[in-house]
């Protein structure tokens, strides 16, 4: 069983930061890509931010400039920070990771956080 369990989100002012945090637990033998995406009301779930195993960090061009994903490979974390975070922010982000569990085999396999509210607002 693999669980992903988001913390960090909230409400902030415009101009304001927030630091998301995604841990993985469970039966994990690997875990590939990671990475951030977000649903605003009324709108598709999008991509903000996702990072290879080696680190390599790819962003949507809205958040470019702005926030800086990364990950800790040790304690299975994949990190969000958000600064000079704008109204268009406001979503509920979901984290996002390909892992390989006992089950797996060779393959890997998404799993999803429960999404954690992130309201810019002032």
């Known amino acids: 069983q693999v669980q992903l369990v988001e913390s960090g989100g909230g409400l902030v002012q415009p101009g304001g930061s927030l630091r998301l945090s995604c841990a993985a637990s469970g039966s994990i033998f690997g875990i590939n890509d990671m990475g951030w995406y977000r649903q605003a009301p009324g709108k598709q779930r999008e991509l903000v931010a996702g990072?290879?195993?080696?680190?390599?960090?790819n962003y949507v061009d809205s958040v470019k400039g702005r926030f800086t994903i990364s990950r800790d490979n040790v304690k299975n974390t994949v990190y969000l920070q958000m600064n000079s975070l704008k109204p268009e922010d406001t979503a509920v982000y979901y984290c996002?990771?390909?892992?390989?569990?006992?089950?797996?085999?060779?393959?890997?396999?998404?799993?999803w956080g429960q999404g954690i509210q992130v309201t810019v607002s002032s």
């Open positions: 990072v290879s195993l080696g680190g390599s960090p």
């Open positions: 996002n990771a390909h892992i390989k569990t006992p089950s797996s085999g060779a393959y890997f396999y998404a799993y």
